[in-house]
Structures are given as structure tokens and as C-alpha cells.
């Protein structure tokens, strides 16, 4: 895939920083003066195949801002590329940051910032956090999604540090990571667990196999299958999951496949880490009590008695993924000691490199 050509990003159209569905995490004003004032100010962005969430957050991890972008995976991963350099130019311009930090649904080579593939967004070796840092002339800090909700549920659970749950992220991918409670320095092992084999002569995924986890289980899968099954289209995961809680049956057999699964691909990790709790995050972090109580119950029918774990939603909600981001912008700035000032931000930035 080729870098698409760049233009001078214009601040125009839907505000960056409008607030998003959760609005301000704390109600404070957005601005730069009190973030400044607290250390370095960073981004964090979160992409799925449906949304773009960021966050501004100052240096005591407060957030001074959150917005909300609908991704169009539809339009091709050239035009899901524009839209994530452009909105971080844009995001750069007003809030002056010193890192930016990109949490993704699919495999990434931390080491490199490249994604080798996440097949929701089309996206096959993009070099993507070269092409941010290019863009944005900062220092930038590329991860998966569950790793990134991992991180900051570990530093939201900092009491319990010698009990690590097991985070699971679904929504647009499915992964999963090892949470290290009260540690900045990232989550243990990270998974994307998304093209596991789910179901032997399943359908199509993506990726060239059939049967993956992901078309299951992740929003598109579940949606796709409830359009299947009553011929309704576009019917978002949430709101499927919604209709299964309220009686719905042919949502509430959607859901039930995606637990099932969802449970049998945890099923042989959870067993041997033994962990007290496993956490949910992504999407799935707001499919209420009923959902993660049928995931238990999956999981109980797969697990040693007395072995399964808690099963909770991420204490960050739906956005523990994209606060992820914005740390490991964080912890990209403490790997590469001071902070330089503040380049200008792009103009008419090729990205050839
Ligand atoms: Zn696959």
C-alpha cells in the first residue's frame, strides 16, 4: 500500500476535540495552559473499522479533551490512512502535543510501528507510525488495541499489583493482554487472537482463511450474522446486543455464538494463567451485565472447577483503548528521554519515506 498523497490538512468540518459520546472524561476545560502547567501534553487515538476515538490528556493523566470520528473503513485503506493523518494534524495544530500514541485492531510490530495486517481497516505492512511521525514531526508510539486497554487498566488497578487479570479487547478486533497492574511500562504478552480458527467451515474472513474468530465475534461479525439472520442490514453490535438482552431471539442466537467462541478461544490461555479476573474492553466493555455473565458461564463449561475467573468490564469502559494510546505516547516520550520542542506542525507533508 502506498502512502496517499498529502495535502495541508484544512481545520475544517467536525470539530477534533467536539466532544465524543462520553463527552469530557472530567469535565474540565479543554486548553493547553493546565495541561502544560502538569507536564507534556499527548495524544491518543484509537482506530476501528467503524470509529476514530482520541483523547488529550496532560501530564497527570487528566483529559482536557475527547472526540469522535466515524472511521469509513468502507472508502478503502488508503482513505482510512487520510483520515488518521489528518485528524492527528488537525488534533496536533490545536492541542500542541509532545507524542502521539495509535492503538489498532490488528497485528502490529511495536518494535517497527508497522501494522503487518488488520484486516478490518485493509490494512496489509502499512508503515504507519513512520508515516505519523513524518506527518506530525513527533515522536509517535504504534500498538495493539488490547494491549493498549491493558495498560491502562494495569495503571487503573495499581492496588491489586499481585493479582493480573487477563484483558480481552472486542470491538473491531479481538485481542488479548496480560494486565500488570501499576505498571507504565506496558502490559505482558499481547495477542491478537481475531484469526484463530472459530468454527471449522465458517465463513470468509479477511484475511484469506475461513472461520476466524473474528467474523464471529468482533461488531462486524455480529452484525453481519444478525443481517443474516433476519435480513435487517446494518444493524450495529451494540444494538444487537441490546435486542438479545431485551428477548430478541435471533439476536440473542447471534450472541450467543459470538460467547461461545469467544469463550472456547480463551478457554486453553485462562487455564494456564489461572487469573481472578478477566476484564473486558473494547466495544464489548459496555454489553452490559448480561453478556459478561453468559461469557463466564461459557467459560466455566471450558475451565477446571474453581478456575474461572471474574469476568468484568474494563474499569475504563469503552475507553480503556484509546487512554491506552495516550500512554503509550507516554511511554514512548520517557524511552526517548527530553522532550524537543514543540516543530511546526506539517505542510504539505508527501510521506514518501
Ligand atoms: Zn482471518
Redesign the pocket.
Known amino acids: 500500500m502506498k502512502p496517499p498523497p498529502r495535502h495541508v490538512a484544512a481545520a475544517q468540518g467536525d470539530e477534533a476535540g467536539r466532544p465524543g459520546e462520553a463527552g469530557r472524561a472530567d469535565g474540565r476545560a479543554d486548553g493547553r495552559a493546565d495541561g502544560r502547567a502538569a507536564g507534556p501534553v499527548v495524544i491518543g487515538l484509537e482506530l476501528g473499522a467503524t470509529r476514530l476515538r482520541s483523547v488529550v490528556t496532560a501530564g497527570d493523566g487528566s483529559v482536557l479533551a475527547s472526540g469522535l470520528r466515524h472511521t469509513g473503513a468502507a472508502k478503502g485503506p488508503d482513505a482510512v490512512v487520510e483520515l488518521l493523518l489528518d485528524h492527528a494534524a488537525e488534533l496536533t495544530r490545536r492541542h500542541a502535543p509532545s507524542a502521539v500514541g495509535l492503538a489498532l485492531p490488528g497485528t502490529v510490530a511495536e518494535a517497527t510501528g508497522t501494522c503487518v495486517h488488520a484486516?478490518a481497516l485493509g490494512w496489509r505492512g502499512v508503515p504507519v507510525r513512520h508515516w505519523l511521525a513524518e506527518e506530525l514531526g513527533l515522536p509517535v508510539a504504534v500498538g495493539h488495541e488490547a494491549g493498549a486497554g491493558a495498560l491502562a487498566e494495569g495503571l487503573a488497578r495499581a492496588r491489586r499489583p499481585h493479582h493480573p487479570p487477563v484483558f480481552v479487547s472486542v470491538g473491531t478486533a479481538v485481542g488479548a493482554a496480560v494486565v500488570r497492574p501499576g505498571r507504565a511500562d506496558g502490559p505482558g504478552h499481547v495477542v491478537d487472537l481475531?484469526?484463530l480458527r472459530a468454527e471449522a467451515g465458517g465463513g470468509p474472513?479477511?484475511?484469506g482463511?475461513t472461520g476466524?474468530l473474528?467474523?464471529v465475534v468482533s461488531d462486524r461479525g455480529v452484525s453481519r450474522a444478525y443481517h443474516r439472520a433476519t435480513g435487517e442490514a446494518r444493524v450495529p453490535a451494540a444494538e444487537v446486543r441490546r435486542r438479545a438482552a431485551a428477548g430478541d431471539r435471533a439476536a440473542a442466537r447471534v450472541c450467543t455464538r459470538a460467547v461461545e467462541s469467544l469463550a472456547a478461544a480463551l478457554g486453553p490461555g485462562l487455564a494456564m494463567l489461572a487469573p481472578e479476573r478477566l476484564v473486558v474492553g473494547g466495544e464489548w466493555a459496555s454489553a452490559g451485565g448480561a453478556h459478561t455473565d453468559a461469557l463466564r458461564a461459557a467459560l466455566s463449561r471450558r475451565l477446571p472447577f474453581g478456575r474461572t475467573p471474574l469476568v468484568r468490564p474494563a474499569r475504563l469502559g469503552r475507553r480503556a483503548g484509546v487512554l491506552g494510546a495516550a500512554l503509550l505516547a507516554r511511554r514512548r516520550l520517557a524511552a526517548a528521554g527530553p522532550v524537543r520542542a514543540q516543530p511546526p506542525p506539517r505542510g504539505g507533508t508527501t510521506a514518501a519515506g
Do not use: F, Q, R
Open positions: 484486516t481475531g484469526h474472513c479477511a484475511c482463511a476466524c473474528e467474523t
